[in-house]
């Protein structure tokens, strides 16, 4: 599998010229802050590090020192002192004439005296040297970016002949900003190409790799939509990357911060200060205002397609004179086997063998939905419409008892108080039977949630409610209603992950221990980490499948203290729900993963003391910005120091670990083209991918499992072609362009500790347990623990 990630050489990796600037300045900066805002701030270099690399042409940015007190100026193209002086004392003038205080001219002069020194980047790129690669300063990943941009910026050839010329912006991205598409478009809603960026590290893998990935941004003539702007003071050089604010006392539209006046100081075509909806509309814009979403109706839609990205692997395979990562295919292709039954079949035979009776209330606020809602339910479960004809109807031996329960717009869709919701919490549990497990169903509204704040959004408040009665909640929107021939997958995926939620799967163990594992008991643990900002939190949760080695449904288990530890995964998620989203909100960073750490162990300790006589596989989703276990980052894979990883403390040779990322993480090789032979090899396709491959070369067993969306394998006329051409050669088809073009992921498997099994099996466990989802019809990013632990984070009512 061809990927666009390239080695970083020796040969691109020139000199950087260092200025250090002395604590001296770093405390004059701080004392000026303090000064002129009143309160203590970190050193807000950023518009300075946009102005110098606006100036220089080139990469510039200011970093802390690791090797001493102050911080490090770096740039790849030296230039005069006296031209970084002067950014400094216009910040401070600028500052000054903000607050209405005296300009001392402190800063200036200070870094005038500074003296610069060449560093030579190739003494950290020293592939094979484990002691280099773990003291990579983050500067060096910066370097790599615009070393690989000076070679890509310019012409780029598409297939049809069309040129584009990639500028790139002080973000290290490279923008087409110079061909928009549709070119005519009166509103200024035009999409533009650009390419990011990213240095890797891959595990066990010698040396830096630059990972390229495109996309299309949505633009907009309203500054109202704007998330940030692209300022191209002149026809050449980068791009300027800036924010903007709404002035409401002027009635302007501000570029946000000093960009625009320290940028204005070494130019005289000028950067404005405010601008209108009239200089985003112009014939050839100096600004372009990038919409914070993609609406629905953008006359350009998401994604660049498998023809762009294959444009952009030939001209970057050309420019940069190497041969981008090849991963290599295994012999394992039986991710995705059918089943012997249907997927209806089967989960009516795990819901008439589970151990206690189901209930689930669909809630619903018109009839439309509530027709929705059936047809959802018998397309699910092979149920006859006429047997959900009635309020109340009981189905699959009297094992699943279903009811309607109509609720008007004001208690269901309108925001509010939560006091709004209480007539209907208590509606829905009524009549309930004490044994059992109960489900709701439930018609929401985002768009009128839109409408208030977040507060008085009903979704979360019917959530937290029905936590509380140990009720597990999946919603519908209207919004998402199809057409009336198609198959509605957003109601019948609700319903799947609403059985999912109570513990019926549809999938059995023996379709994950097929060749070239052996049916036999097992414990499979996944466990989930992130940050929330605003305000910090460490979000973190568990949840386990367990076999007894027969073909019994998955004994489905979640953990949380207020459910006593482990126990069915419907009262794990309820109590998560019912309560905060994490008690790990301290100040410190580091005190926050300590606690989720000790979080973990203890409860995969009392894992192991509940099945002590089986197998168990870890599966951490763990990326690196952040890794609770040292031990899981790339550069300490090999690490087995005390605490470094989740299982050191545990009994048992039996174990296994398997650090996961999925491609949201966005530090994964991008697939780009199959390297098998096509049937049709002169049509233009790019070939695709479903299987598991291996990461040749590396010290650590690591597997990549390729992944294509719904979207990408639908046979609409409108998603096949960015198979074939990009979007410069269908530029007239109106509604292909409104398509969304999507491309080929993967989820990186690296097996950290083998425990009872071997590399080529938790491979194959791991890409199973992603192509046999539970109670879904395709494929997750992450292994079935990992999503479930993944979904109970993702559904918390508090979740931002």
């Known amino acids: 599998m061809h990927t666009l990630a390239f080695p970083y050489t020796d040969v691109m990796a020139g000199p950087v010229h260092a200025y250090d600037i002395t604590a001296e300045v770093n405390d004059t900066w701080q004392d000026l802050t303090r000064r002129y805002t009143r309160e203590p701030a970190q050193l807000p270099y950023r518009d300075l590090t946009d102005a110098l690399r606006y100036v220089s042409k080139d990469y510039a940015t200011i970093r802390k020192n690791t090797d001493g007190p102050g911080a490090l100026l770096l740039m790849r193209k030296k230039i005069p002192i006296t031209t970084v002086a002067k950014l400094f004392s216009t910040f401070e003038r600028l500052l000054a004439q ?27 790129l020293q592939p094979g040297d484990e002691a280099k690669q773990q003291d990579i300063p983050a500067w060096v990943f910066d370097i790599a970016t615009w070393s690989t941009i000076e070679l890509l910026k310019g012409q780029m050839r598409l297939p049809d002949g069309t040129l584009l010329n990639l500028r790139p912006d002080t973000t290290g991205n490279l923008v087409a900003y110079d061909h928009p598409l549709p070119v005519d478009q009166p509103r200024a809603e035009q999409g533009i190409h650009y390419v990011s960026l990213t240095p890797i590290t891959l595990p066990g893998y010698p040396g830096i790799l630059l990972n390229l990935d495109a996309h299309i941004s949505s633009t907009t003539g309203f500054p109202g939509n704007a998330r940030s702007l692209w300022i191209a003071p002149d026809g050449h050089g980068p791009l300027l990357v800036a924010k903007h604010r709404y002035d409401r006392e002027r009635n302007l539209n501000l570029i946000a911060g000093q960009l625009p006046a320290l940028a204005d100081s070494f130019t005289i075509n000028g950067i404005p200060e405010h601008f209108t909806p009239a200089d985003l509309q112009s014939p050839k814009p100096r600004l372009r205002a990038r919409h914070a979403t993609t609406p629905d109706r953008h006359p350009i839609a998401s994604g660049p397609g498998r023809k762009f990205l294959d444009a952009l692997l030939e001209h970057a395979t050309q420019r940069l004179g190497t041969e981008s990562l090849i991963l290599q295919r295994t012999k394992i292709g039986n991710i995705n086997s059918t089943a012997p039954t249907s997927t209806a079949t089967s989960l009516s035979a795990t819901i008439s063998t589970a151990p206690a009776p189901l209930h689930l209330t669909v809630v619903y606020a018109d009839d439309i939905q509530r027709a929705r809602a059936q047809k959802a339910l018998t397309d699910v479960l092979g149920l006859t419409p006429a047997a959900l004809d009635t309020p ?36 829905t549990t009524a009549q309930r039977p004490s044994a059992g497990t109960h489900m709701a169903l439930v018609q929401t509204s985002k768009s009128r949630a839109a409408t208030k704040s977040s507060a008085e959004d009903p979704k979360p408040q019917i959530r937290t409610a029905m936590a509380a009665k140990q009720i597990v909640t999946q919603f519908f929107d209207a919004a998402s209603t199809g057409k009336p021939d198609a198959t509605d997958y957003p109601a019948n995926g609700a319903i799947r992950d609403l059985l999912r939620a109570a513990g019926i799967t549809a999938t059995t163990p023996t379709r994950v221990f097929e060749r070239p594992l052996q049916p036999g008991p097992c414990v499979i643990v996944g466990v989930y980490t992130r940050e929330q900002n605003r305000p910090a939190k460490r979000m973190i949760s568990l949840a386990a499948l367990v076999t007894d080695g027969s073909d019994q449904p998955w004994q489905m288990l979640g953990y949380h203290p207020d459910a006593r530890g482990w126990s069915s995964l419907s009262n794990a998620i309820t109590a998560h729900h019912a309560t905060d989203l994490t008690r790990f909100d301290q100040a410190d960073p580091g005190a926050r993963a300590s606690q989720a750490r000790d979080y973990a162990e203890r409860a995969l300790q009392q894992l192991r003391t509940r099945f002590d006589d089986m197998p168990i596989v870890i599966y951490v989703d763990s990326s690196e910005r952040f890794p609770l276990w040292r031990g899981l980052t790339n550069k300490n894979l090999s690490s087995r120091k005390a605490g470094d990883l989740p299982h050191l403390a545990m009994p048992g040779r039996d174990i296994s670990l398997v650090r996961v990322n999925a491609p949201t993480d966005g530090k994964l090789p991008q697939p780009v083209r199959a390297l098998t032979a096509r049937a049709n090899a002169g049509d233009g396709l790019v070939s695709a991918s479903e299987r598991l491959y291996q990461l040749a070369g590396a010290t650590s067993d690591t597997f990549y ?44 498997f690296v097996i950290v500790d083998r425990g009872a099994f071997t590399a080529v099996q938790l491979g194959a466990m791991s890409a199973r347990l992603c192509g046999h989802p539970l109670a879904w019809d395709g494929r997750t990013s992450r292994p079935a623990p990992v999503h479930l632990a993944y979904q109970t984070i993702q559904g918390h009512p508090q979740r931002t």
């Open 705 to 748: 499992l390729i992944n294509r969306s719904r979207t990408d394998k639908a046979l609409d006329r409108g998603v096949r072609l960015g198979h074939r051409k990009t979007r410069f050669e269908i530029s007239e088809d109106n509604k292909t362009m409104r398509t969304p073009w999507h491309a080929m992921t993967c989820t990186e």
């Open 98 to 124: 903000r607050y209405q205080a005296s300009f001392d001219n402190l800063l200036g002069p200070m870094v005038s005296q500074t003296r610069s020194r060449t560093i030579k980047v190739t003494k950290y």
């Open 392 to 427: 109340t109807a009981a189905v699959i031996d009297g094992k699943l008892t279903i009811k309607f329960l109509s609720a008007t717009n004001h208690v269901l869709l309108e925001p509010g108080p939560p006091r709004n919701r209480a007539e209907l919490i208590d509606a």
